[in-house]
């Protein structure tokens, strides 16, 4: 049986400081920041920027969610599988200038559903 895995693609936009990837159950309830091959959907990006520097290219983040997630910010956890079910994939990024107070200082974007069997 072939698997899908979604796969999340970030382009941050000027001077991003931080942006994650968030999962919430079908009663909108946080369920943890996803986990993939790339890393932790909440892995520090510093003050990034559009475009590379050098080579003129977007600078894009991808990650391939695996149905595991990380339920805070602690890279020392263990990722843990979620349940059979739907669950909606929401991308936060933290608006330049501000302090990075969650849900305040982020613009917040929802992917859409995924369906866990």
């Known amino acids: 049986m072939k698997k899908n895995k979604p796969a999340i693609l970030i382009r941050p936009g000027s001077h991003?400081?931080?942006a994650t990837v968030r999962v919430y159950d079908s009663k909108k309830k946080f369920v943890g920041f996803i986990n993939s091959a790339q890393g932790p959907g909440f892995q520090p990006l510093g003050r990034v920027t559009n475009v590379d520097a050098t080579t003129g290219q977007l600078n894009?983040?991808?990650?391939?969610?695996?149905?595991?997630?990380?339920?805070a910010e602690?890279?020392?956890?263990?990722?843990?599988?979620?349940?059979?079910g739907t669950y909606d994939i929401v991308v936060a990024s933290q608006q330049k200038l501000t302090k990075g107070k969650y849900p305040a200082d982020f613009e917040i974007f929802n992917l859409g559903s995924v369906t866990i069997a």
């Open 60 to 71: 894009f983040y991808e990650f391939d969610w695996d149905g595991t997630v990380f339920t």
């Open 16 to 18: 991003t400081p931080d």
């Open 74 to 84: 602690n890279s020392t956890m263990t990722p843990t599988a979620v349940a059979a």
